[in-house]
């Protein structure tokens, strides 16, 4: 028998448990002996609960239990989860996470402590919630040399661009029925601005590259700046606008060397057109997109969130972890720091909105550009580039009037 806890009893613990209490038979198969949960950890007590005679509020209880083998860390945030997370790997216990914070800031010190103790840290459920794509990354796609992620990482902010598309309504509108449906929380920064979505890719480039990633150098812009006329716009050019998370390589382009690659890291809205793989991902959906020197393009897509989909890849984890005991499954993320290039590096096309009574200055400043009708009869729209962000940037400084521009993938 492989006794596990689980710490933090909420949304995601408490579908572990479930899943585990529904799928029995098929876990213990996988794992090739029984899976049980002896301990749930969390401050409060959860009376009538089928569970509530497991539940505790000491963490030193599951540390200094012998018979635990893995933990399931799904409280969230830094800490307690960064110090209990040390303490279990220290003690030779594995942990499986849904923890995104927590690996993005502490991931190789994580991996490093588990596989001095011949255990193992897995986190699989830390980027798109049940869909699998750390495994895929660190099994599947060994032999590939991974050049491009770029994902759809957050199911909240695709809902809401979803809606703004469908219903034509603006941003505060649709993000008062995310909430209400559950979707987002009351404060949704975390999602809006991007940076559930920018921790995300910092895991994932980080396994893409073998070095660590810090999710402070990326670029992140968030949607709250996109509007119902912006969608206007994307459907005129047969596009729609999404959020995505970027992880990509790309030459050096070194005039001496001229050799070696960088990384370019970004989370932004982007407009995308039918071609795009993502095009088609809508609702609270999410879609990772690999492109690997070998195979070419691979895509994995499911529900990027939820009790459910989320409690699952904690599982598989866990069925991993049991296959496992006393040996360490092997995940390369060094503790170097890569080297971010600049977001003013990144060369791209860009869609602009400026103000009608500036449209004379667009050719003497950007040269020749595809004008898009206008929406309104007070603005003039365009399409321009390819050009650097640090070009763009300078150019745009001419304009006296507010300048909307987004990004075309």
Sequence with gaps: MIQIAVIGYGTVGSGVVEVIGKNTQEINKKAAE????????????????????????DIDILLNDP?????????????????????????????????????????????????????????????????????????????????????????????????????????????????????????????????????????????MTGKNVRFED????????????????????????????????VPDADPVSKEGEKLYACVAPFMIDQNHPLYFVHDVFNAVYVHGNML??????????????????????VVDCARHIGKTIMCFWDSENMEVAPMDDRVGRFFVRVAAAEAGQVKSLFGSVTEVEAMEDSEFAFICGPLSEAEFAT???????????????
């Design 218 to 249: 990326i670029y992140t812009e968030g949607i709250t700046g996109i509007t119902a006329a912006d969608f206007k716009y994307a459907a005129a050019m047969g596009m729609t606008i999404k959020l995505l998370a970027i992880g990509t390589m």
């Design 296 to 317: 070419g393009d691979s895509m994995y897509y499911g529900r990027g969130a939820g009790k459910l989909p989320t409690a699952s890849a904690v599982v598989a984890d």
């Design 34 to 57: 029984e899976v049980y949960v002896k301990y749930i950890l969390d401050l409060r007590d959860f009376p009538g609960d089928p569970y509530e005679d497991r539940v505790v509020h």
């Design 67 to 207: 018979e635990i083998k893995i933990i399931c860390e799904t409280m969230g945030g830094i800490r307690p989860a960064y110090d209990f997370t040390k303490q279990a790997l220290s003690r030779g216990i594995s942990v499986c996470t849904s923890n995104k914070e927590l690996v993005a800031s502490h991931g190789p010190e994580l991996l490093r402590i588990a596989r001095e103790h011949n255990c193992n840290y897995l986190f699989e459920a830390s980027v798109g919630g049940g869909i699998p794509i750390i495994r895929p990354l660190n099994y599947s796609l060994t032999a590939e040399k991974i050049d491009s992620i770029v994902g759809i990482l957050n199911g909240t902010t695709n809902f809401i661009l979803s809606k703004m598309e469908t219903d034509g309504a603006d941003f505060g509108t649709v993000l008062k029925e995310a909430q209400e449906k559950g979707y987002a929380e009351r404060n949704p920064e975390a999602d809006v601005e991007g940076y559930d979505a920018c921790r995300k890719i910092a895991i994932l480039s980080s396994l």
């Design 395 to 409: 150019k745009v400084e001419a304009f006296t009037q507010p300048v909307k521009r987004i990004r075309l993938a």
